[in-house]
Each structure stands twice: as structure tokens, then as C-alpha cells.
């Protein structure tokens, strides 16, 4: 039997919208914290420091300002879930922006203050269905702003594990939303119904080609915290590692998510 038909996941605009900027809000108060040695200390993003992750994370508003000083498009070719699988492409350049602002602004509090200006005005002036031309191909802006809350929370988690005992909290809306986007980036990779990953209490769907399950419980069953999820799915930690910690509940033949992870890098 052929997998059911998915109804896409929609979004609201005025929560995603609170949600990154209580994220953001939650990143400026820990940076303000932090000292001279904590800035330099390494980060597990390669060779980036605390301070260049920090310029990164303010970049994730940035973007739309960039975005939107770029011509609109004449029409909308891309999905929301097609941004997991294109940032990729982009990530040479990221990486030297992101260094480059942090040579540029030594003072990153203040930095981060216009960059959360900046995007507050932008949403100010513009629909959410203004289009922009992202690397997923056309996106209307509200899509845009709830990848703006996966990339906050996800490098959120980066300076937490980089400066012990930071322990920046996450809004609950912007993990919601982080978790839920790249559960269904999974089952877009790995269509079917075979197999239910449950990821409480923000998202539970169907993936895996094979029979699908249709009542009682399920045969392939995956169940992960959403923080845990979030790592498996941008390769911060790999499926046998969280399987071995007991971080991931994984029962069924076709309940080993390995061969589908990471999503995002």
C-alpha cells in the first residue's frame, strides 16, 4: 500500500516570528556574559572559535535582510523543506562571513543589537509572503523565518557544549518548530510508512518504505528527545552513539535511522 499522502506542515507567522527573537534575545543575555577566554575557546563546528560561532548566529537574521535587497522573485519554485538539503552548497561562505564579522565587530553585544534591529524592521516592512531567493529556491518569507528558529536553536546547542555551564535556555515555540522541520525533512528524505519516529512532545510522522502501519502500535518505533533529535539530524552526534548512550529508543527491522542521518550539516 502506498504511503498516505502528507499534509504540509504550516507555521504560524506572528509565533515563529516571537519565537526567534526570544531565541536570539536568549543567545544575546549568555553573550553578554561571556569572557575574553571563553570567546577564544573552540567550538565543535571545525575551526571556529566561540566568538566567530557567535558572529555566525547573529548572521541567521542577517540573512534576511540580504535576502530581501535582492530582487524578488517572479514566482515560488522552492518548499520549505527543501532548505535542510541546500545550505550545504553554501557553507564555504558562510564560514568566511562568519570569520570575517568576527574581525569586523569586536563588540559583539552591540553587534547583535542591530542585527536584531535590522530583522525587526525588515518583518516590519514586508509580508510574509513576500518571496525571497534562497538556496532552496524561492521561499515566501514567513517559510524563511521559521528556518531562522532551526538555526538559532541548533547553534544555540553549539555554545552551550562549547562553554560548560552556559546553559542558554530555548524557547519552547523556536525548539518546536526546529524539531518538527527536520522530522519532516526525514520522512521527505525517507518517504513511507513504515516506521514511526515519535519525538515528544513537539512531532511524531511516518517514514521508511515497507508496510505501513495503519492501527495498534506501530512495528518500527524510534522515540528521541527533541534535543537529541536536533543533534542526530545535523550530525552533532551519530545514530550508533546516541543508540549506545540510550538516547534513542529504536525497536524494528526498519527502525535504524542511520542510513538517513544526518540532514542538515
Known amino acids: 500500500m502506498p ?13 515563529t516570528r516571537a ?9 544575546r543575555a549568555a553573550v553578554r556574559t561571556l569572557t575574553a577566554e571563553q570567546l577564544a575557546a573552540p567550538t565543535r563546528l571545525g575551526d571556529w572559535t566561540v566568538r566567530e560561532l557567535v558572529a555566525h548566529i547573529g ?8 535576502l530581501l535587497a535582492e530582487p524578488e522573485p517572479a514566482r515560488q519554485d522552492g518548499r520549505l523543506l527543501d532548505w535542510p538539503f541546500a ?14 564579522l568576527a574581525a569586523e565587530h569586536p563588540d559583539l553585544d552591540a553587534h547583535l543589537a542591530d542585527v536584531e534591529r535590522r530583522f525587526t524592521d525588515r518583518l516590519d516592512a514586508h509580508p510574509g ?27 544555540t546547542d553549539d555554545l552551550n557544549a562549547a562553554v560548560p555551564g552556559l546553559d542558554i535556555p530555548y ?4 525548539l518546536a518548530a526546529c524539531t518538527r522541520l527536520l522530522a519532516d525533512a526525514l520522512a521527505a ?24 502501519h495503519t492501527r495498534g502500535t506501530p512495528p518500527n518505533v524510534v522515540e528521541t528527545d527533541s534535543l537529541t533529535w536536533i543533534r542526530l539530524a545535523t550530525g552533532r552526534t551519530s545514530w550508533q552513539e546516541a543508540v549506545t548512550d540510550a538516547k534513542v529508543s529504536a525497536g524494528g527491522e526498519r527502525a535504524d535511522l542511520g542510513p538517513y542521518l544526518p540532514l542538515l550539516r
Open 171 to 174: 524557547d519552547r515555540q523556536a
Open 87 to 100: 545550505i550545504a552548497a553554501d557553507a564555504d561562505a558562510i564560514a568566511a562571513t562568519a570569520c570575517r
Open 3 to 15: 504511503p498516505a499522502k502528507r499534509r504540509t506542515r504550516s507555521y504560524d507567522p506572528a509565533r
Open 19 to 27: 519565537a526567534v527573537l526570544a531565541q536570539f534575545g536568549n543567545v
Open 59 to 66: 548572521m541567521a537574521l542577517t540573512a534576511v535582510d540580504r
Open 129 to 155: 509572503v513576500r518571496l525571497l531567493p534562497t538556496s532552496a529556491g524561492a521561499l515566501p518569507l514567513a517559510d524563511y523565518v521559521v528556518t531562522r528558529a532551526v538555526e538559532l536553536v541548533v547553534h
Open 189 to 212: 528524505k525517507a518517504p513511507g510508512g513504515s516506521t514511526e519516529v515519535r519525538i515528544p512532545p513537539y512531532a511524531v510522522v511516518q517514514c521508511v518504505e515497507g508496510p505501513r
